[in-house]
């Protein structure tokens, strides 16, 4: 990953942790997948925080690296996907996220402690 990938990684991840994001998962995909890098995994208490949630990784990614995504599913807040090109950032309310699954298709990626990525940034 590029520096700026890193860093607008590290400032997505940064920005689910300030607003509370809920089992936040980060999938390192590396050759497992053409499309991406990374999937970072996580959710919120409502569909409010989950586009409110998406709304920050926005902010802050543009913020630290000048990077917009590709955005769907913003407008109903169940299930949003900020794709980055280098890392993809899936935002759910719970009760998509236990019916999706998408870390148990993904279960054989290594899973990165996405607190020591942030803190590296910090650093």
Known sequence: MTGSA?????????????????????????????FTDHFVICHGTS????????????????????????????????WVLLDYGDFVVHIFNESAREFYRLESLWFDANEVDPDSLAAEAAG
Request: no cysteine; proline share 2%.
């Open 47 to 78: 569909d409010r925080q989950v586009k409110t949630l998406a709304e920050a990784v926005i902010g802050q990614v543009k913020e630290a690296s000048g990077k917009k995504p590709s955005v769907e599913g913003l407008a109903n807040g169940e």
């Open 6 to 34: 890193d860093s607008a990684l590290r400032a997505a991840l940064r920005a689910l942790s300030a607003r509370k994001a809920l089992r936040l998962v980060v999938l390192e995909l590396g050759e497992r997948a053409y």
